[in-house]
């Protein structure tokens, strides 16, 4: 522990530059310290930032302890001293004879004292509800996050606080032991399982030219609004050895496809989603928004076999296929970075998709895509 040690001072502005998105190497750099004490600290608490106490307006300061203390060094009564501070004279009263009295109060120590009385740990609701710890625990094992868990516990009982509990508790249970209640292996089930939470970072990526793009900012208000279903978001899922995963997002309904590459040449990709889409009933074959990929240089053929038309998002903008690219981070749950793709049959592809598309979505109002798409498809038709 020795081997450790920070100050608070350096401790405090290590989690706030971690939450900056700042490594250990360059806050150990930036604070004088072992790279490893950062990691330390950090890790103690499962990346989650302690929260910063603050001293409450309407209690004592460190300023009127000191005032009081030489109030009472000049014999000062208890009325006096309230008036002076804007107190009621009971307020004075209690402090003083809960720190020693007249004779020995301090306000140094009272002060101290004070603020480690103020400290009241309550105990997590998980770790005191067996049946509410029950029910997380086996979402989370379903695949289920955090989020999705705590909307549909509120659902599910609307009528019940006591099975109502933030997605940010079951977080703070799952990451910092001391909080208790969950156990530190349901981690593993969470979309990323990472052992400690990091803060979110931006990550944008290059664009490449492709002959006779159609940009997103032609594409109908309709598919803007999401007013009617067949509009799709697509991508590419990145395995290793340059293995690639299709992935298909219903604009309105969030519903997944999945499809198996066996190569990522342009020809074999249009000719893959060509294929899967013809699958599709005429409903649902509206349009398709792409990134600028060289896998999509033969949109055209694809559109000629679908008649489904090819929109390309601006360069460096992932953020315009939102739904795609939120589906890839959950997808990858399922599909992990690091992991070789040319070992997954496409029924494999099928249990996945089928897995996100009967959870809860939080976008949805806790409907499932399955549902929302299969409501979608018995109005239109």
Not at 18 to 35: F, P, S
Not at 91 to 108: D, K, L, M, N
Not at 256 to 264: D, E, K, N, S, Y
């Amino acid at each position: 522990m020795r081997r450790f040690r920070m100050s608070d001072a350096a401790i405090g502005e290590a989690w706030q530059r971690r939450q900056q998105g700042e490594t250990y190497r360059v806050i150990a750099a930036a604070l004088g310290c072992h790279e490893g004490s950062v990691y330390f600290h950090i890790q103690k608490r499962g990346g989650v930032p302690p929260r910063i106490r603050h001293r409450a307006a309407r209690v004592l300061s460190r300023a009127d302890r000191e005032e009081i203390s030489r109030g009472l060094a000049a014999a000062e009564s208890f009325r006096s001293l309230a008036r002076r501070l804007h107190r009621e004279p009971s307020t004075i009263s209690r402090e003083v004879a809960r720190h020693g009295g007249r004779t020995q109060y301090r306000a140094t120590a009272a002060d101290a004292a004070a603020w480690q009385a103020a400290c009241r740990p309550k105990p997590s609701r998980l770790a005191t509800c067996a049946r509410l710890r029950h029910r997380v625990t086996r979402q989370l094992q379903r695949g289920w996050s955090p989020e999705q868990i705590a909307g549909w516990l509120r659902w599910r009982w609307p009528d019940n606080p006591a099975m109502h509990v933030s997605h940010e508790t079951i977080y703070q249970s799952l990451y910092v032991q001391a909080r208790g209640g969950l156990k530190r292996v349901l981690v593993q089930h969470l979309r990323r399982g990472r052992p400690q939470r990091r803060p979110r970072r931006w990550a944008g990526h290059t664009g490449t030219r492709i002959a006779d793009v159609v940009s997103i900012r032609e594409r109908p208000a309709a598919v803007e609004d999401r007013a009617v279903p067949g509009h799709w978001e697509g991508d590419l899922l990145r395995g290793a050895h340059q293995s690639h995963v299709v992935t298909l997002v219903e604009r309105q309904s969030r519903f997944v496809v999945l499809i198996r590459l066996p190569h990522t040449d342009a020809p074999t990709v249009a000719q893959a989603l060509a294929r899967r889409v013809q699958r599709l009933p005429a409903a649902l074959r509206q349009s398709l928004t792409w990134d600028r990929g060289g896998e999509m240089a033969h949109h055209r053929r694809f559109t000629v076999a679908t008649n489904v038309q090819v929109y390309f998002c601006d360069p460096q903008s992932p953020w315009q296929r939102g739904s795609n690219e939120n589906t890839n981070g959950l997808l990858r749950q399922y599909l992990p970075r690091g992991r070789d793709f040319t070992g997954v049959s496409q029924v494999q592809l099928n249990q996945i998709a089928r897995l996100l598309n009967t959870r809860p979505r939080k976008t949805l109002k806790y409907e499932t895509p399955a549902d929302r798409l299969a409501a979608a498809v018995a109005a239109t038709a």
